[in-house]
């Protein structure tokens, strides 16, 4: 089993609906939690960064972290054409721990 | 200013061949990281360079790969006798020193794309 997964879809959904996206992991000293997204032939990019449980907002994103069961969430609302792309989960335990471990990702495509 | 770079963006090699990857990290990214996408695999941590210490190798999936990285900025990833399943995306990221939110921004590079026939 591995330590995070991630459903890699491929998700087709219409331009304006909100996508939700997630990652299940299985270790318990995972305490960062990032996304990251990928556009075809480029490196991913950080999109959001969020510590322990909760919740945390950057525009149209929304991540969210429930250590109690292990999964975390992205939330985009008003998809956009340009949010297609591959969302990669990623998470650490350890602040200072250099690797990261990262979900397969899942396509996304937002239709017009 | 200038993002991370990677060469070649693509190489095909025939099987049993040694190749060379290229990394240049951002300027003043003390950093550098190099990671292996598959398909279906998700991106896996190969080596972790930062400032002088010693590079944390413990990523490296067989002793026929390495990496080295020459005054504290250009890395070289070497695959020695190429197998098919080294065919993948070898990404490369930097980011500046440890400590606070900084540490985990690491920015990628475009990656190379080897081809092992």
């Known amino acids: 089993q591995k330590e995070v997964e991630q459903d890699p879809g491929p998700l087709s959904v219409p331009e304006g609906a909100i996508v939700s996206l997630n990652c299940t992991y299985s270790?318990?000293?995972?305490?960062?939690f990032m996304w990251y997204r990928q556009y075809s032939r480029k490196g991913p990019e950080l999109l959001m960064y969020?510590?322990?449980?909760g919740n945390k907002e950057d525009g149209r994103f929304t991540a969210q972290v429930d250590k109690s069961s292990k999964y975390i969430s992205l939330f985009i609302r008003d998809s956009q054409p340009s949010d297609s792309a591959t969302y990669l989960c990623?998470?650490?335990?350890?602040?200072?721990?250099?690797?990261?471990?990262f979900g397969t990702g899942t396509r996304l495509t937002i239709i017009p | 200013g200038a993002g991370v770079s990677q060469s070649p963006s693509n190489k095909v090699t025939e099987k049993g061949k040694d190749v060379e990857l290229r990394c240049d990290p951002i300027?003043?990214?003390?950093?550098l990281y190099w990671y292996r996408q598959s398909l279906g695999q998700g991106l896996e941590f190969l080596i972790y360079?930062?400032?002088?210490?010693?590079?944390?190798k413990s990523g490296l999936p067989s002793d026929r790969f390495s990496a080295e990285r020459t005054g504290g900025s250009v890395s070289t990833l070497t695959i020695q006798r190429t197998q098919q399943e080294d065919s993948a995306v070898y990404l490369c990221?930097?980011?500046?020193?440890?400590?606070?939110?900084?540490?985990?921004?690491?920015?990628f590079g475009p990656g190379t794309r080897l081809t092992v026939t």
């Open positions: 990221a930097s980011s500046l020193e440890p400590g606070g939110i900084a540490f985990y921004e690491q920015y």
């Open positions: 270790n318990s000293a995972f305490q960062y």
């Open positions: 969020t510590y322990s449980s």
């Open positions: 990623a998470m650490s335990a350890d602040f200072g721990n250099e690797k990261l471990t």
């Open positions: 300027s003043g990214h003390t950093a």
């Open positions: 360079f930062q400032g002088n210490s010693a590079p944390d």
